[in-house]
């Protein structure tokens, strides 16, 4: 079994950094969301991959980029958000599972809470992405977020 993590930590690292990287880039307008798009999308295959392998400690490992993504929610379209959620369910369901720390939970609950709450005001003013122009940002689009 412990080599099947192993592999799945080798797996990991690569769209792991890469999305670090580019979303501290898109902090100080380097990069763009069609990039951050591009990161996630390789993340995400990644982690469908090597989901049978995943445990707690590489849930956290992979969750650590995506906290840069969440943390600049409010600049993002909706498809980089949507995309980020769908990586965060495949570490709860697979990663974290029922060994999800208290701590982690409560936090976890407070950003899905802020982000489901967009205001009004910033969906009007972000209705399409220029990077990714025909996807629509309106954070009222997101489909409902399904654990189980």
Same mark, same amino acid.
């Given at each position: ?32 969301? &069609?990039? *951050? #798009?591009?990161? %996630?999308?390789? /993340? ?6 090597? +989901?049978? @392998?995943? !445990? ?49 939970? &409560?936090? *976890? #609950?407070?950003? %899905?809470?802020? /982000? ?6 910033? +969906?009007? @003013?972000? !209705? ?21």
């Amino acid at each position: 079994m412990e080599d099947g993590r192993v592999k799945a930590f080798r797996m990991l690292k690569p769209p792991c950094v890469e999305l670090s990287q580019e979303a501290l880039r898109y902090k100080v307008n380097k990069t763009t969301a &069609k990039e *951050l #798009l591009t990161c %996630l999308e390789r /993340l995400r295959a990644t982690l469908q991959v090597v +989901a049978p @392998s995943l !445990d707690p400690k590489l849930a956290d490992y992979a969750f650590f980029p995506l906290s840069h993504i969440f943390s600049e929610s409010q600049k993002l379209p909706s498809r980089v958000l949507e995309l980020a959620l769908h990586c965060l369910r495949v570490l709860i369901r697979q990663g974290w599972q029922d060994r999800l720390s208290s701590e982690l939970g &409560k936090q *976890l #609950l407070v950003l %899905l809470a802020f /982000l489901s709450g967009g205001s009004a005001t910033d +969906a009007k @003013s972000k !209705d399409v992405d220029e990077d990714a122009p025909g996807i629509p940002s309106n954070r009222k689009t997101y489909p409902y977020l399904v654990i189980q």
